[in-house]
């Protein structure tokens, strides 16, 4: 996998003497001041960016950027302006430095400085605090340029910026602008945004490169690099151990499946330690129920959720969290052969229950369920478990948001405030009884699809059949892991999505 992690350097405060100018100077600005007659930046560019304002070509509204050339009028060579609406958050603070970020990468800047004025952000600040609103930008900069890289015989680099600099108008001083804290926040802000990309680089790598194997590598060069130990449990071992959901779904291809399980031990001392579980169907053709042709090679992003755990568990390793966290990676390939599992057979799983198979295009559910079970074996109490488990969340809730089904009102709490701290959309799906019945079988204990009503549910409730009573959560990012088009700091492909939302959330920060 090519390296995508970024490597940003990042100062806060006024250049040093001797130090080069930026290539660019980011400054966010709201409608009001063009409306005025305040100095903004520069007389003559200020009434440039008056006149476009004027005729309607520029008017500072949410995720607008006006770039221009200063024409050695300030020491860095461009400027750009990018509308802000005061009171918008940190979502808003994410959308603008997603938005200056484009612009830079339209002239080029690989150095760019940000003037933080009291007009657009004093308002921001002290409604989250100066660390969440650096953390935001600093996200909302970073995961902006991180982009799908194509394959090609001339390998293209990846625009980056080498340097980000804030510094504060004068005259805007205090506890809001302390820079201690804008520090942390720009840092841990640009370790989020890194471990996104990581987890995007993983979903967008082809599925002829990342097999369950390949899988497993990747996953033992981050446990490697982190000093964690890691089991990789390779198909001898898997049925050593029961793992018949596991097996059956890899069984059709040439290509072994792996249980992946890794351990995170920032608190040796706690008895609590996250599940955090991650589908890795490295390419899904729907097996003996075939899918169709059209937009199946979308199926790399199959292993979306185990891209999402291993993502958040570089953050977590990246920013000593002290936390206990298992992170575990059913992975396989699901494809048709002489060999693949049919529709009606009967599977015995890891658990010791039984299912049988109705569609084989249901297949992260089984999968995922023995990977339940291998992190409950191996000491987790709480459970969250992450896929892109069915298309019925889309029909419900689109591309804007993931899914979520639990046996848990608090845990899921838990994870709603997360999810509003990340700026990850999450709706919780209802898990109604009634909607076990439609899982039940003749032939076993219960069977791997039902009707399509209340599909999305239905899927997540087959996996929380396996939680044996731990809090459990599941999230379909069936919707949301793979973009058609790019959208704010998401791109087109991979988006990463629920790294931070689970970092946030198992990093113990208070609701």
Same mark, same amino acid.
């Given at each position: 996998?090519?390296?995508?992690?970024?490597?940003?350097?990042?100062?806060?405060?006024?250049?040093?003497?001797?130090?080069?100018?930026?290539?660019?100077?980011?400054?966010?600005?709201?409608?009001?001041?063009?409306?005025?007659?305040?100095?903004?930046?520069?007389?003559?560019?200020?009434?440039?960016?008056?006149?476009?304002?004027?005729?309607?070509?520029?008017?500072?509204?949410?995720?607008?950027?006006?770039?221009?050339?200063?024409?050695?009028?300030?020491?860095?060579?461009?400027?750009?302006?990018?509308?802000?609406?005061?009171?918008?958050?940190?979502?808003?603070?994410?959308?603008?430095?997603?938005?200056?970020?484009?612009?830079?990468?339209?002239?080029?800047?690989?150095?760019?400085?940000?003037?933080?004025?009291?007009?657009?952000?004093?308002?921001?600040?002290?409604?989250?605090?100066?660390?969440?609103?650096?953390?935001?930008?600093?996200?909302?900069?970073?995961?902006?340029?991180?982009?799908?890289?194509?394959?090609?015989?001339?390998?293209?680099?990846?625009?980056?910026?080498?340097?980000?600099?804030?510094?504060?108008?004068?005259?805007?001083?205090?506890?809001?602008?302390?820079?201690?804290?804008?520090?942390?926040?720009?840092?841990?802000?640009?370790?989020?945004?890194?471990?996104?990309?990581?987890?995007?680089?993983?979903? !967008?790598?082809?599925?002829?490169?990342?097999?369950?194997?390949?899988?497993?590598?990747?996953?033992?060069?981050?446990?490697?690099?982190?000093?964690?130990?890691?089991?990789?449990?390779?198909?001898?071992?898997?049925?050593?151990?029961?793992?018949?959901?596991?097996?059956?779904?890899?069984?059709?291809?040439? !290509?072994?499946?792996?249980?992946?399980?890794?351990?995170?031990?920032?608190?040796?001392?706690?008895?609590?330690?996250?599940?955090?579980?991650?589908?890795?169907?490295?390419?899904?053709?729907?097996?003996?129920?075939?899918?169709?042709?059209?937009?199946?090679?979308?199926?790399?992003?199959?292993?979306?959720?185990?891209?999402?755990?291993?993502?958040?568990?570089?953050?977590?390793?990246?920013?000593?969290?002290?936390?206990?966290?298992?992170?575990?990676?059913?992975?396989?390939?699901?494809?048709?052969?002489?060999?693949?599992?049919?529709?009606?057979?009967?599977?015995?799983?890891?658990?010791?229950?039984?299912?049988?198979?109705?569609?084989?295009?249901?297949?992260?559910?089984?999968?995922?369920?023995?990977?339940?079970?291998?992190?409950?074996?191996?000491?987790?109490?709480?459970?969250?478990?992450?896929?892109?488990?069915?298309?019925?969340?889309?029909?419900?809730?689109?591309?804007?948001?993931?899914?979520?089904?639990?046996?848990?009102?608090?845990?899921?709490?838990?994870?709603?405030?997360?999810?509003?701290?990340?700026?990850?959309?999450?709706?919780?799906?209802?898990?109604?009884?009634?909607?076990?019945?439609?899982?039940?079988?003749?032939?076993?204990?219960?069977? !791997?699809?039902?009707?399509?009503?209340?599909?999305?549910?239905?899927?997540?409730?087959?996996?929380?059949?396996?939680?044996?009573?731990?809090?459990?959560?599941?999230?379909?990012?069936?919707?949301?892991?793979?973009?058609?088009?790019?959208?704010?700091?998401?791109?087109?492909?991979?988006?990463?999505?629920?790294?931070?939302?689970?970092?946030?959330?198992?990093?113990?920060?208070?609701?």
């Amino acid at each position: 996998m090519r390296d995508g992690i970024m490597a940003t350097s990042i100062r806060i405060g006024n250049r040093q003497a001797g130090e080069s100018a930026p290539d660019a100077l980011v400054r966010f600005i709201i409608e009001e001041e063009l409306k005025g007659s305040a100095e903004i930046i520069h007389a003559q560019i200020d009434g440039q960016l008056r006149a476009c304002h004027a005729k309607g070509l520029f008017q500072a509204k949410p995720e607008q950027a006006e770039g221009m050339p200063t024409l050695g009028l300030l020491e860095a060579a461009h400027v750009v302006f990018v509308g802000y609406v005061p009171g918008s958050g940190a979502e808003g603070l994410r959308h603008a430095g997603a938005a200056a970020a484009k612009a830079l990468k339209k002239v080029r800047a690989v150095h760019a400085e940000f003037l933080l004025t009291s007009s657009a952000l004093e308002q921001d600040l002290g409604a989250i605090g100066a660390e969440a609103a650096a953390q935001a930008i600093t996200e909302g900069v970073l995961l902006a340029l991180h982009d799908r890289q194509p394959l090609k015989k001339e390998e293209q680099e990846r625009f980056q910026l080498s340097g980000v600099s804030y510094r504060f108008e004068d005259g805007f001083d205090g506890p809001l602008v302390d820079s201690e804290l804008w520090k942390r926040g720009a840092d841990k802000g640009q370790v989020l945004a890194s471990s996104v990309a990581y987890a995007r680089d993983l979903t !967008n790598l082809p599925g002829n490169d990342l097999t369950p194997e390949r899988l497993a590598f990747h996953a033992e060069e981050l446990a490697l690099h982190y000093e964690l130990e890691i089991e990789v449990i390779d198909e001898w071992t898997a049925a050593e151990q029961g793992m018949g959901g596991l097996l059956a779904i890899g069984q059709g291809s040439v !290509n072994p499946p792996r249980m992946i399980v890794i351990h995170y031990k920032g608190a040796p001392e706690s008895s609590e330690v996250w599940g955090l579980i991650g589908k890795g169907i490295t390419f899904d053709t729907g097996g003996i129920s075939l899918k169709k042709s059209a937009g199946m090679e979308e199926m790399i992003s199959d292993m979306g959720g185990a891209a999402s755990v291993l993502g958040a568990l570089r953050a977590l390793a990246e920013l000593k969290v002290e936390v206990n966290a298992l992170v575990v990676v059913p992975a396989a390939e699901n494809m048709p052969s002489d060999r693949a599992i049919k529709p009606g057979d009967v599977i015995r799983m890891m658990s010791g229950h039984t299912v049988e198979v109705v569609n084989t295009d249901a297949e992260g559910r089984i999968v995922l369920a023995d990977g339940l079970t291998t992190a409950i074996r191996r000491g987790a109490t709480k459970l969250v478990d992450v896929a892109t488990l069915t298309g019925a969340v889309m029909v419900t809730l689109g591309y804007e948001a993931t899914g979520a089904v639990t046996n848990n009102d608090s845990l899921m709490t838990d994870v709603l405030h997360a999810s509003e701290r990340a700026g990850e959309r999450v709706w919780q799906l209802p898990a109604y009884p009634e909607f076990m019945k439609g899982l039940r079988s003749e032939a076993a204990d219960l069977k !791997n699809s039902g009707t399509q009503y209340g599909g999305a549910s239905k899927g997540g409730m087959f996996i929380g059949y396996f939680a044996e009573g731990l809090p459990w959560v599941h999230l379909d990012i069936g919707g949301t892991a793979w973009l058609e088009a790019s959208r704010g700091w998401e791109p087109k492909g991979g988006t990463g999505v629920m790294v931070r939302t689970l970092v946030e959330l198992t990093s113990g920060r208070p609701s």
